[in-house]
Each structure stands twice: as structure tokens, then as C-alpha cells.
């Protein structure tokens, strides 16, 4: 059974930073990419940031310069740091596998930035 576990996220001041940390069971994580994704209210879920098992990363346009997803293979974790932090990036977080022909998900974590 695959299971992935966010750390909790909470209040920032618009400016500020935060870092979210995902671990994950069941799988052999150093073969597999990993995401994270977010949702704000009333939108549809967005992929933030991924990074394939070699440690290659990609971005969403409205992080890029902002967010760093990075993994630590012996710790099963795949990591969210967020700077600069605006209103705009409140959303529930959710870490995100494709393993086994089947999309796996945390439970989420909301993140709220205040103006």
C-alpha cells in the first residue's frame, strides 16, 4: 500500500516562507518521480513542481524563481520549499505519485498566505 504523508502547513505573512516536506511508503522512492500539486478554492488542482528520479525538476510559470522541490532518497521525502510567498499561493498542497498504473495521493495541507 502506497502512502505519502505531508507535514502540516499554515499561516504566512505575504513576503514569507515555507517548507513542506512529503514522506512516502510502500514504493521503492528513489525510482519515482514525485510531485507536488495545489488547490485554491473553487479552482481546479495544479501541478506546482515535479522531480523525476534522477533529480531533474520542472515548474509551474507562477513558481518558477520561487519554489524549489528537491527529494532525499534514503529518507523517502520529497521536499516543497516556498520564498517569497504572496495571497495568491493559498491552496491546499498535495503530494502526488504515478506508481503502479495508479495516481497516489496525500491527504493535503492547506497553506494560507495573508496580505
Known amino acids: 500500500q502506497v502512502h505519502l504523508v505531508e507535514s502540516r502547513g499554515g499561516l504566512v505573512q505575504a513576503g514569507g516562507s515555507l517548507r513542506l516536506s512529503c514522506v512516502a511508503s510502500?514504493?521503492?522512492?528513489?525510482?519515482?518521480?514525485m510531485n507536488w500539486y495545489r488547490q485554491a478554492p473553487g479552482e481546479q488542482r495544479d501541478l506546482v513542481a515535479a522531480i523525476t528520479s534522477s533529480g531533474s525538476t520542472t515548474y509551474a510559470d507562477s513558481v518558477k524563481g520561487r519554489f524549489t522541490i528537491s527529494r532525499d532518497n534514503v529518507r523517502n521525502t520529497v521536499y516543497l520549499q516556498m520564498d517569497s510567498l504572496s495571497p495568491d499561493d493559498t491552496a491546499v498542497y498535495y503530494c502526488?505519485?504515478?506508481?503502479?498504473?495508479?495516481?497516489?495521493w496525500g491527504k493535503g495541507t492547506l497553506v494560507t498566505v495573508s496580505s
Open positions: 502526488n505519485v504515478y506508481a503502479r498504473g495508479t495516481q497516489f
Open positions: 510502500g514504493i521503492n522512492f528513489k525510482l519515482y518521480a
